[in-house]
């Protein structure tokens, strides 16, 4: 038999990672500790690390679009 549970937490205020491999969060409303092999810890790390490079990336677009705009606009301004 397979249990499982979700656990919606908005904010995550702390983050800590234990000497017994123990991951531990603080949220609104409590705690929650997670127990973490070694290799489940690489594949957390992995996906965090790709999804932030993914959203710097997606936030260094839209900031060069945005630069782009209001040099194009200065440019027409001047003229």
Do not use: C, F, P
Not at 2 to 28: M, P
């Amino acid at each position: 038999m397979k249990v499982s549970r979700i656990i919606e937490a908005k904010t995550v205020s702390h983050a800590y990672y234990g000497w017994h491999n123990d991951l531990q969060l603080t949220v609104d409303g409590g705690e929650l500790k997670i127990k973490l092999d070694e290799s489940s810890l690489r594949a957390i790390a992995n996906v965090l690390n790709n999804k932030i490079a993914e959203q710097d990336k997606e936030k260094a677009e839209e900031a060069a679009k945005l630069a782009t705009e209001l040099e194009e606009q200065t440019e027409s301004e001047a003229v």
